[in-house]
């Protein structure tokens, strides 16, 4: 999903609002059921009588969070018959915003909900499943801002991640259904990353696909392969895989990429080059390739990343010649101690930098800025959690150069940068 550019969406439905309501409402009965979750016995893993839950309570791995906020260590959990034993969490919070140089649709300043979200999972056994069912906001670095209704509406609907997974071996598993990507060193939604905003290279990648994945471990390397409808285009031409290779408990490596194998152009009787909000048409044409490495190590954790995308010359899709973007980043974390005076607070930061191939003359897709452009990114975000409640405040700043006239920041699109200050609180239950 890419967020530059005229998008255009239908909006959410009135019964989609009322939901998100209801889900924040609900958050102190879900307080109290985490309060009421039983202690764990020493059962060991995998040895769970049949009809009781299972043995000691541990924070879910999915969805993925890589920190510096925690999953609840303590979710709650119940039976449910012939689905088995599901584990039950969330994440509701808010959002606060100010910025500078808006475009055209945004406002100077704003407040909003950015997650008000309910995941149930069954991660044992031979059949597991996921559903993560509510409203959201995909905050952006350099892109417009889409309140909770437009942007749960336009980008996933209610429901951005299901799918279903068979697991025959503890290595071995196939799942299916709407599922994150493989690519990338950025999760979708705000709690669970680094910083509230995504970052520019993030912009470049997809974010939640339809699709089937299959996934292989044979320690130390870990092998993924999918295919799929690469930005939410329900054209199923994509094909992505991920390989991991794990040096110890706080290094890996991951090489990831994909890329569509045919133009799909997302055509109506009306417009001939059709984009919605979060299929852009050149990013869902492209080849894209990634090389991650992940370093963590109290009281650090740093990720510098390398990116790099193509879109071929297609008339059928509007490019008249071909485009490309190559770009880094480094994403890096300092978490204080528990015996520190500063225990429970971290300082994320994000440095980023991405330059687009390309010209306007040539007829070239814009990828950015318009044809040819590149810009750069500074992102701090001083996080505090205590429990399952978290506060961060975020100062991001973005420069961009070579831009194409009306295709940059401000409301004419010429102003080349953009300054936001952003304040998000919330309970991880």
């Known amino acids: 999903m890419r967020k530059l550019g005229p998008l255009e969406g239908d909006g959410v439905s009135e019964r989609m609002i009322c939901g998100a309501v209801a889900f924040a409402s609900t958050m102190s009965c879900a307080v109290a059921l985490f309060a009421q979750t039983p202690a764990g016995n020493d059962q060991p893993a995998g040895q769970t009588p049949s009809g009781e839950l299972p043995a000691a309570p541990t924070a879910m791995t999915t969805p993925v969070m890589p920190g510096p906020l925690m999953a ?5 959990s119940f039976d449910l018959g012939p689905l088995g034993p599901v584990y039950l969490t969330g994440a509701v919070s808010g959002l606060g915003l100010w910025q500078n140089n808006p475009f055209p649709d945004d406002q100077r300043s704003l407040g909003s909900l950015t997650n008000g979200q309910f995941f149930f999972q069954k991660p044992e056994g031979l059949f597991q499943y996921y559903v993560q069912v509510g409203a959201y906001t995909v905050p952006s670095l350099g892109a417009p801002y889409f309140n909770t209704p437009k942007a749960t509406g336009d980008f996933f609907g209610p429901l951005p991640l299901a799918w279903a997974k068979v697991a025959p071996t503890d290595t071995l598993s196939i799942q299916g259904g709407k599922i994150p990507t493989l690519i990338g060193a950025e999760n979708t939604f705000t709690f669970q990353n680094l910083n509230i905003e995504r970052g520019l290279l993030w912009g470049q990648e997809p974010a939640i696909s339809r699709g089937g994945q299959l996934n292989y471990t044979a320690d130390p390397l870990a092998f993924s392969v999918s295919l799929n409808d690469g930005f939410y285009s329900n054209r199923y031409t994509w094909l992505s895989g991920s390989f991991t290779y794990t040096l110890d408990k706080s290094n890996n490596i991951v090489l990831a990429a994909g890329g569509n194998y045919a133009h799909t152009a ?51 899709i509007g490019a008249f010649s071909s485009a490309a973007t190559y770009g880094g980043a480094i994403l890096a974390s300092y978490s204080f101690s528990e015996d520190s005076p500063l225990s429970g607070f971290s300082l994320p930061i994000r440095f980023e930098y991405i330059s687009s191939i390309g010209s306007l003359a040539s007829g070239s897709p814009n990828l950015l800025y318009g044809p040819g452009s590149n810009a750069w990114s500074v992102t701090l975000t001083p996080t505090y959690q205590y429990q399952i409640f978290f506060a961060r405040a975020e100062f991001s700043h973005v420069g961009a150069n070579s831009t194409t006239p009306g295709l940059a920041f401000g409301r004419d699109g010429m ?15």
């Open 72 to 76: 609840n260590p303590n979710p709650v």
């Open 266 to 316: 997302k055509a109506t009787t009306t417009t001939p080059f059709f984009q919605t909000t979060v299929t852009p048409l050149f990013q869902n044409n492209e080849t894209l390739f990634t090389l991650v490495y992940n370093y963590t190590a109290a009281p650090w954790t740093i990720t510098p990343y390398f990116q790099y995308t193509h879109v071929p010359a297609a008339s059928t």
């Open 415 to 429: 102003n080349t940068t953009q300054t936001r200050v952003l304040f998000e609180a919330g309970i991880l239950f």
